[in-house]
């Protein structure tokens, strides 16, 4: 990885020929993702090297001389353990796709007009919590609940790898509190369901044949300004084969509706084709965190104890209020690290 860091530099400092915007493009994505570990590895390096000059100190120097290298070393050791650490972590293969923009889908699930308001309460989280990461939030389609919530919202997040975040957040959503609808104080238990789906580029291999797809218009139900109630320019397409339906209504015209739409159909296909073969072929990502399985119950939101329970992890944190307001980054960032732990888990083991 350093050689091949040092080549990348010399080809950026001295491109041959005429200049070719995709081969620097490409260069330097890959210089950005080598460029943490090679630099560990060679401060890492560094301390070793300073440690075995000290050595030689100790054998040959004066008194004071061996009590200066003996002293330095101490503490030259200390580093290296932590670069060492460092370094196992970084070079654990990160997912592909934890640089992608995602698409969020939020329904309501068991538990009715208090399922439909979890499902905004869970969208007013993500979009705040992506909001203070810097994340963009383009809405994409929405079905109100007349009780407030939302029985189905589908949102986009872009920038700072939004999918490296949130990736963690497909599964069921349990939430147990007093609805306020509910005039004798009893608690209620509700579920929503979330799924996170990283986008994909056109040229990625998700083959939709476009004789399988059913493509109807409708009026828009949502915001959007009078124009867009006024017209049939919201989309929806079923992709036959599989059953997938997408829709998109936030913007004002049927094509870009329908360019919308299609992001979100091959993003959800990609999701489906990556579980699929993530199940068949790795047992230890068939278990990992963030696997996208939804059939399981992964997190519990119990207002009364003021408790928030991840399943996965077998962790609790308080503040519910300020995580529901989007403070999510301690959840977040336990998740990833158990990620990062069964990675490295599982190379160890091969």
């Known amino acids: 990885m350093a050689r091949r860091f040092d080549e990348i530099d010399a080809q950026l400092a001295n491109p041959s020929g005429s200049f070719d915007q995709t081969r620097y493009t490409t260069l330097v994505k890959e210089r950005a993702q080598l460029e943490a570990t090679v630099q560990v590895y060679r401060q890492l390096s ?37 670069l060492d650490a460092e370094l ?9 796709d934890d640089v992608k923009d995602v698409f969020v889908e939020i329904r309501a699930g068991t538990g009715g007009d208090e399922a439909a ?28 609940s007349e009780a407030g919530g939302y029985k ?15 990736k963690h957040e497909s599964g069921v959503h349990r939430v147990q509190r007093v609805p306020t609808t509910e005039a004798q104080g009893r608690i209620h238990t509700s579920t929503a369901t979330v799924a996170v789906l990283p986008q994909v580029e056109d040229d990625v291999d998700v083959e939709i044949k476009p004789q399988d797809l059913q493509v109807d218009t409708f009026k828009a139900s949502g915001a959007g300004g009078q124009y867009v109630n006024k ?26 509706n329908r360019e919308k739409a299609m992001q979100m159909l091959r993003a959800t296909i990609y999701d489906r084709k990556r579980r699929e073969q993530e199940e068949a072929v ?13 059939a399981e119950k992964i997190r519990t939101y119990n ?6 329970t991840d399943h996965r992890i077998n962790r609790s944190f308080g503040n519910i209020r300020g995580v529901m307001d ?13 990620e990062r732990a069964r990675r490295l888990a599982g190379e160890t083991a091969d």
């Open 46 to 82: 560094h301390a070793r090297e300073l440690i075995e000059a000290n050595d030689e100190l100790i054998a040959q120097g004066d008194r004071e001389l061996r009590e200066l290298a003996q002293e330095e070393n101490a503490s030259l050791r200390e580093r290296v353990a932590e």
């Open 282 to 294: 790795d047992s230890m990502r068939r278990s990992q965190v963030g696997s996208g399985e939804r």
């Open 326 to 338: 989007g403070n999510l980054a301690q959840i977040s960032e336990e998740l990833v690290a158990d």
């Open 117 to 144: 308001i979890f499902a905004g309460d869970l969208a007013r989280m993500y979009m705040r919590f992506a909001e203070a990461q810097g994340m963009k939030t383009e809405l994409v389609s929405e079905s109100s």
């Open 152 to 166: 189905e919202i589908v949102f986009a997040l872009k920038g700072n790898e939004p999918y490296r975040f949130l």
């Open 88 to 96: 196992a972590q970084l070079m654990i293969p990160r997912d592909p």
């Open 231 to 256: 017209t049939e320019s919201a989309i929806r397409i079923t992709h036959l084969p599989s059953g997938i339906v997408v829709a998109s209504q936030q913007e004002r015209s049927q094509q870009q």
């Open 303 to 308: 207002f009364p104890q003021d408790r928030i």
